[in-house]
């Protein structure tokens, strides 16, 4: 009952963002402009201080090197979700413009505003340290090739992409951000607990607030451009959802399994946070990324509320599956 009363709670906490959003736009409260102006403000300042100070906040490079092992299946899981989220894209011909979201939605999940939240509430904070490995894989990966895939599945592209590439777009602000973080924990510098710096801190702490809120009404933003007749369960979606609610959680359960049979098993609390966190629904900024890419808005924005509201039906399922490990 705990995993199905705390997956509600936090749904009901997003569908009310994306319908604050959406009630707002309909209302006419926002121009055309406005969610341009949404897109950038989170892709270039909002995202990048949120994952600079999270990374900071929860981890330490003792932390990052002791539980090295977690790091291992995370990324081995995520490599796999890639190869096998590809091959999908060529055997269903999946269109330019959607293929970027699909991919995503296999591999990259909500760990922050759901993942994190859920799993304090299924396993407490014993299970933080193992949460923020899964954190720095599912960070990584989407700041990484998760963005990057974003970017090349633009379907305004004439195909000459050597001679008008992007190379800001290899490396996106979110992701220097991280590397930024990453730099101060290998050299040790202080930040976050030097009291002089409490201003940059807290400055930091709001802009990076702003990511989840923003992003939620975003969606609801382009729900009501769309209207809910763009909400369905096409082939494209149906296959995304089993990527994100089955494919993923079963691929990091498998490589525990086949570690712990060769001699590498972890503690029983770190494979169920990270069979948890796989689990977990996809990327909110996702229909950000697709505007910024001139993809699909409207499937990235189906698959992104969908996947949403159905967690609150796959969580206890889900624990219910790894009650024996």
Do not use: C
């Amino acid at each position: 009952m705990t995993a199905l009363y705390t997956s509600i709670e936090s749904i009901l906490t997003i569908v009310l963002m994306i319908a604050l959003g959406y009630l707002l736009q309909h209302n006419g409260w926002f121009d055309d402009n406005f969610g341009g102006t949404i897109s950038k403000l989170l892709m270039k300042v909002a995202l990048p201080a949120s994952i600079f100070i999270s990374v900071l906040q929860r981890l330490t490079l003792k932390k990052l090197v002791s539980l090295s092992s977690g790091l291992v299946y995370g990324f081995g899981a995520v490599i796999l979700g890639y190869l096998i989220a590809f091959l999908l894209v060529k055997l269903l011909k999946v269109k330019p413009g959607r293929r970027g979201t699909f991919i995503n939605m296999f591999v990259n999940a909500n760990t922050i505003f759901i993942g994190l939240p859920l799993n304090l509430a299924l396993f407490g904070d014993q299970a933080t340290p193992y949460f923020l490995m899964y954190y720095v894989v599912n960070t990584v990966s989407t700041w990484t090739l998760g963005a990057f895939l974003m970017s090349w599945d633009d379907p305004t592209k004439d195909g000459s992409t050597s001679s008008s590439f992007n190379w800001k777009k290899l490396l996106p602000a979110p992701l220097v951000g991280f590397l930024v973080a990453l730099v101060f924990l290998l050299l040790n510098i202080p930040f976050v607990n030097v009291g002089w710096l409490g201003f940059a801190v807290n400055t930091l702490t709001y802009v990076g607030n702003l990511v989840t809120p923003l992003s939620l009404i975003y969606i609801g933003i382009i729900l009501a451009k769309a209207g809910f007749s763009t909400i369905r369960f096409d082939r494209d979606s149906v296959v995304a959802l089993l990527g994100r609610f089955v494919l993923a959680p079963a691929l990091i359960f498998t490589l525990i399994m086949l570690g712990a049979h060769a001699g590498f098993g972890m503690p029983s609390l770190e494979a169920k946070t990270l069979i948890i966190q796989a689990s977990a629904p996809g990327l909110a900024v996702l229909p950000i990324l697709a505007t910024e890419g001139h993809g699909d808005v409207e499937y990235a924005t189906n698959v992104v509320t969908l996947s949403t509201v159905l967690f609150a039906v796959v969580v206890p399922i889900i624990m219910l599956l790894i009650q024996g490990i």
